[in-house]
C-alpha cells in the first residue's frame, strides 16, 4: 500500500492514484449533493479493491439509506473488510468504527469517531460531512454548527473545497437560529460552486424561518437549474411548496407535488418524507389529498421492513393515517417498541412513540387524545432528528388539534406565539384554524 494524498491534502492508503481521484470526486459529490457518489464510489473500487476508505464510504452510502436492507449491505461490506490485515492508518481505523458504529445503531459513537478523525486530519471533508448528517439524525443542533466551526481554520478561503465548508457550516448557523451569519455563508458557498446543492438548502431554509416566502420562491425558481439534476433535488422542491404553502397558494403546491415531488414515485426516504410532510400540511388546510395519500401509503408500506430510524416512521404514520390504515399504524408502532435498538430506541423512547401516537389520533378523531399526546412533546421533540422547518409540521398540527378539540383559548395562544416568531405566516395561520373549526 502507498501513502497518497486526497485534493484537500488528507492522507489515503491506496494502490492506485486513479482510484484515489474517483474516491476524491465520490467524496465532493455527497458534500455537494450533485453527481453520483454511489457509482463513483464504485469506478474508485473497480480500479483498487484495496483502497479501504472506498470500502467505507460505500458503506456509509448504503447506511444513509436508513432501511434494514441497507444496514444489512453495511454490515456485510464491513465484515469482508476483516481480510484488511494491516496497511491501514489512523484515519482509516477511525472511519471504519465510525462506521461499525453507526451499522450497529450507535450513531452517537460513530460521531465520536468522526470527531477524532477530524483531529487528526481537520481538512477531512468524507468525516466532517458523515459527522454533521449523523448529528442531523440524532437531532443535535448545536454539533451540527459547531463540527464545522471547529475545523474552519484549517479551511482557508482559497483551499480547494472551502465553499463546501462554508455551505456545512451555513446549515449548522440556520438551526441555531443565527440566520444572518447562516446566508453570509450559503451565498459565499454559492459564489464559490453554483451547483452545491447543500448550500443551496442552507439559504432556503433561512428564508423558510425568516418568513421570506416571495425572496424563497424566487431564489429557488432562478436556481433550479443548477440544483434540479441532483438526488436531493425533491427536497429543495419541498421547500418552495413550504413557501406557497404559507402564501395559501395550494394550486402551486399541488402542481409541485404532482410534477419533480412525486412524478417519479421513488422508494427513497428522503422523498417519501417529504411527500408525507407536504400531503399533511394540505390536509390540514382542507385540501383534499385522499387519492394522492392512496398511492403514497402503498408506497411506504413498501419500505417498512423493520425500525431503523423513527422520523421516518413518523412520516410514514402521516401517510398511512391520511388514508386510515390504522391497523399497519399499530403494527408500526409495535414494531418499533419491540424491536429499535440503540440511539433509535432512544429517540423513539424519548418523543417518536409519542409522536406516531399523536398524530394518528388526530387523524382518527381523537383530538382529546391528540392534544395530550402533542401539547407537552415540542421541547424535546428534536430528538427524533430533521429540521426546525421539518419539525414544524408538529405545531401546524397542535393548531388543528386545539381547534378541532374545541380549544379555543389555546388555539389563539399558540397562534399568537407562531405570530410573534413568524409575522408573515400569520395569514396561513389563520386559515389552518379556520380550515379546521374556528
Not at 44 to 55: C, F, N, S, T, Y
Request: charge should be negative; proline fraction near 3%.
Amino acid at each position: 500500500m502507498t501513502a497518497f494524498t486526497d485534493r484537500w491534502g488528507v492522507p489515503v492508503q491506496a494502490e492506485s492514484a486513479k482510484a484515489v481521484a474517483l474516491l476524491d470526486q465520490a467524496v465532493e459529490d455527497l458534500a455537494a449533493l450533485a453527481g453520483e457518489p454511489v457509482a463513483g464510489t464504485r469506478a474508485a473500487l473497480a480500479e483498487d479493491d484495496r483502497l479501504l476508505l472506498g470500502h467505507i464510504y460505500s458503506a456509509y452510502l448504503s447506511l444513509y439509506a436508513n432501511t434494514s436492507a441497507g444496514v444489512a449491505a453495511a454490515r456485510k461490506v464491513l465484515d469482508d473488510l476483516e481480510r484488511f490485515d494491516g496497511g491501514t492508518d489512523e484515519r482509516e481505523v477511525l472511519h471504519l468504527r465510525a462506521a461499525r458504529a453507526w451499522a450497529n445503531g450507535e450513531w452517537g459513537e460513530a460521531t465520536r469517531s468522526l470527531e477524532r478523525a477530524l483531529l487528526h486530519n481537520p481538512r477531512d471533508l468524507l468525516a466532517l460531512k458523515v459527522a454533521q448528517d449523523l448529528y442531523f439524525f440524532l437531532g443535535n443542533r448545536l454539533d451540527l454548527r459547531d463540527v464545522a466551526a471547529r475545523v474552519l481554520p484549517a479551511w482557508p478561503v482559497d483551499l480547494p473545497g472551502w465553499g463546501y465548508i462554508s455551505g456545512i457550516y451555513a446549515f449548522g448557523l440556520e438551526e441555531n437560529a443565527d440566520y444572518r451569519a447562516a446566508e453570509a455563508r450559503a451565498r459565499d458557498a454559492l459564489i464559490d460552486n453554483p451547483l452545491d446543492v447543500w448550500a443551496v438548502h442552507a439559504l432556503a431554509h433561512v428564508f423558510e424561518m425568516e418568513g421570506r416566502q416571495h425572496e424563497g420562491v424566487a431564489f429557488l425558481t432562478e436556481t433550479a437549474p443548477d440544483w434540479s439534476p441532483s438526488y436531493f433535488a425533491v427536497h429543495n422542491w419541498w421547500h418552495r411548496c413550504l413557501y406557497h404553502l404559507d402564501l395559501l397558494e395550494f394550486d402551486e403546491v399541488l402542481d409541485l407535488y404532482d410534477g419533480p415531488i412525486r412524478a417519479e414515485r421513488t422508494d427513497q426516504w428522503l422523498d417519501i418524507v417529504d411527500a408525507a410532510a407536504l400531503l399533511w400540511r394540505l390536509s390540514l388546510f382542507g385540501v383534499d389529498v385522499n387519492e394522492r395519500a392512496e398511492r403514497l401509503a402503498d408506497d411506504v408500506e413498501a419500505l417498512l421492513d423493520g425500525p431503523v430510524y423513527v422520523f421516518n416512521d413518523w412520516h410514514a404514520a402521516m401517510a398511512l393515517a391520511l388514508v386510515g390504515r390504522q391497523s399497519e399504524i399499530e403494527q408500526l408502532v409495535a414494531s418499533t417498541r419491540r424491536h429499535a435498538v440503540g440511539t433509535n430506541r432512544l429517540a423513539a423512547e424519548r418523543a417518536g412513540l409519542t409522536l406516531l401516537e399523536g398524530f394518528a389520533s388526530f387523524a382518527d378523531g381523537h383530538f382529546d387524545r391528540a392534544l395530550d399526546l402533542l401539547v407537552d412533546i415540542r421541547p424535546c421533540a428534536h430528538a427524533v432528528g430533521g429540521s426546525h422547518a421539518q419539525r414544524d409540521i408538529i405545531d401546524l398540527t397542535l393548531l388543528a388539534t386545539a381547534a378541532r378539540a374545541g380549544q379555543e383559548a389555546l388555539a389563539q395562544a399558540l397562534l399568537a406565539e407562531r405570530v410573534a416568531r413568524k409575522p408573515t405566516g400569520e395569514q396561513a395561520a389563520a386559515a389552518l384554524l379556520r380550515a379546521n373549526g374556528l
